[in-house]
């Protein structure tokens, strides 16, 4: 039986065009790291995955991912005297990080317990979400 071959073509790469960009982490820059790192474990049960020093810019950073997997959060620290410690200025750039609980008023009085108070709590038709502050100051969104 012959064999029929038919021609369509030089090969074509699978991915044409390039891959489209996509978020893998956000860094905040906080002022105090362990705190900060107790923080982010202990009242909103993130794992640290990592923990890296950056002779460059004289920092510490520390990966942090939710326990149900997820985008990676990033806490960078800075040694005073170096141009990326800089002053800190709440609300500057970043408005807030938003995170899903089982239930929001055990969270909130969770929160109060570690030291964070409620800031402000807002309801919307069927919905509600409050939001305390890190120790940096950075307003932490909780939707239940």
Do not use: C
């Not at 995170?99 to 038709?125: C, I, N, Q, W, Y």
Request: no cysteine.
């Amino acid at each position: 039986m012959p064999v029929v071959m038919l021609w369509l073509g030089p090969p074509v790469s699978i991915r044409e065009t390039p891959m489209a960009p996509k978020l893998t982490y956000t860094g905040i820059r906080v002022k105090d790291l362990e705190k900060s790192v107790a923080f982010y474990s202990g009242l909103l049960g993130m794992k640290e995955t990592g923990r890296s020093e950056i002779p460059e810019s004289k920092g510490t950073a520390v990966q942090l991912v939710s326990a149900s997997g997820g985008p990676v959060l990033e806490l960078n620290h800075y040694a005073d005297g170096t141009r990326f410690a800089t002053k800190y200025s709440v609300g500057e750039a970043l408005d807030h990080l938003a995170f899903h609980v089982d239930d929001l008023d055990k969270f909130l009085a969770d929160a109060r317990k570690a030291g964070s108070p409620t800031v402000l709590e807002m309801r919307s038709g069927t919905s509600r979400w409050a939001y305390v502050e890190d120790p940096n100051g950075i307003w932490i969104e909780a939707f239940a």
